[in-house]
């Protein structure tokens, strides 16, 4: 401790405010607080503290001034705090549009907006803070814009009480997300990483996988997916894992670009993954109005898709390109997994709490707390003071990297709803793609893709949530099947070329080309691309209806996605050309498209798999087939 104030005093003063926001937090499960005291404390306390670990940079200013300013942004933080907590009882109990907006209120709306702009530029770029001034221009002067886009505008008073006086703007569904979930989850996922976990999950999947045909890369995917499933973030699971993981594919033979994809993609699924998909699906819990535990077991079947259809295509194209698999000696040299197995203990007390009907954020505290008692079972894995400091460290830093973004996203739902631009915009895709079902979802696909460019994705999700699920539920898609269409495709953002924030990580990572990199992971992703259509038309992918249906839901999109598998993966017992690859990945996207159990499904199922089965038996039986090169 007396190491770290003496190396950084900002970031001593941090911890000590990142402790007082942990300790309020627990104090919160304990005594919840009306939203417009809890909310304020949070997200003002993540602004000081996103202030203070990332301080103003830029070599254009002196030293003095950059200081000065973050002093200044701080300060401006805390006055904020005062603001709310002086004027608590008057927020909380005048009436909107009714009670008067006074001009302190206007002042230090227009100043937390400044600050949250200037937050999110420093937790996650220019992308976000340009969106934002979009939506703020667009509330002021909307009155100038043609067509549909054209509103009457809103004057400063009705703008302030909007976004920053209420629970509908900065303070409102995004903040309390942040309060009552993302914070708990960020806990258990920065305690666990703390005490070993994470390279728990690497070394059990370098184990798992490692001599297996593409072994590397499969225990690359295993690995991130185990380590996305608690961190919940593309870009720190990529930088997390792919230390280890790129080097030990880019040995086997796998060439750097095509191992930084590898890992971007296995990343990028982690937020697909229970029991913890990512910031966005605990968004999606609250907008949806159902518990977390209920978002993430629809969420099971689609993951498990995903992952078994990126490890299949990796098995295929390491026996077409004769990437070799792991020795014994290279899978002797990870540490022996059993004497530290008891550390898998804290997800599956997590993930028991979750099923067993309690709140996520107690379960996600539960298992926090095991984190530090699981350790000393054994006495290999005990845990010291140093484990402990990063720990409290690290939480509150990841926290206020989340809040202050997420928060600054609740300007965006509230312009577009109070704008009516949400309704009218789903009605513009409605009257573009003339009611066909299919033709907007694709657009509504491609809008999310495009949106997520540079965008984490909660703030994609976030945005998509606002302006198109509207429009698809107008289709009679239900809500959940609607969010998770958006939200999947926001997931995937991450690795969709020109902007993959994923695969840019990953590149850095693997000191591979970006380009090649963002082709790679955009590729390996298309095994799955189209899986969200099946969310539309089979409630059963997303564990809706009897078990029997649920369970020939998943079996039929694990059938479907492997034929996809086949057709990226170019192997059916020998190296297959695109004259077969074409046919084999039509009769999947069919198949997964189609409404399950429909004739085209029966069809394109049908005459995929006759295909690949010829194929391989006919392998099998030629003496002249090439021999698996993995073996």
Known sequence: MRAMLSRNPAHAIAFAIGLALIAFQVWLLFEAQQPLLERPVHLTAALVLLFLYKPLTTEKLPRWLRIAIDVALIGASVAVLGYYLTGFERLTTRMEN????????????ALLVFLLLE?????????????????IAYAFWGNVLPGWLQFRGFGIEAATEIMTMTTAGVLGITTSTSVSFIFYFILFGAFYAAVGGGQLFIDLAIRAAGRATGGTAKAAIIGSSLMGSISGSAVANVVSTGVFTIPLMKKTGVPAHRAAGIEAIASTGGQLMPPIMGV??????????MPYA??????????????????LVVDLSARREGVRAMTADEVAETPAILPRLHLIIPPMVLIGLLVSGYSASYSAVIASLSCFVVPFVRRNTWIGTKEVIEALRDTPKQVAEVAVPIAAIGIVIAVAVQSNLALKFAGSLLSLSEGSTYLSL????VGCIVMGMGLPTVAAYIIGAVLFVPAIQKLGIAPLPAHFFIFYYCVLSMVTPPVALASFAAAAVGRASTVKTSLSAFGLSLVAFFVPFAFVFDPGVLAQGSMAQIAFSAVSLLVSTALWAVAFGG???????????IPVGLAGLVAVIAPSGSTPWVVALTLGWVMVVGIA???????????????
């Open 442 to 445: 694709m657009l509504a696909m």
């Open 294 to 311: 209920q978002v993430a077991l629809a969420g099971l079947i689609p993951a498990v898709a995903f992952y078994l259809a990126l490890m």
């Open 119 to 135: 937050g999110s530029r420093r937790a996650v770029g220019w992308v976000l803070v340009w969106v934002l001034l979009a939506f």
């Open 571 to 581: 192997w059916a017992g020998r190296p297959l050309g695109w004259g077969t690859r």
């Open 98 to 109: 009714v009670s008067p907006v006074f001009t302190s209120d206007i002042v230090f709306g």
């Open 617 to 631: 038996v006919l392998a099998r039986r030629s003496p002249s087939a090439l021999p698996n090169p993995a073996e």
């Open 280 to 289: 966005a699906a605990f968004i999606m819990a609250e907008l949806l109005g």
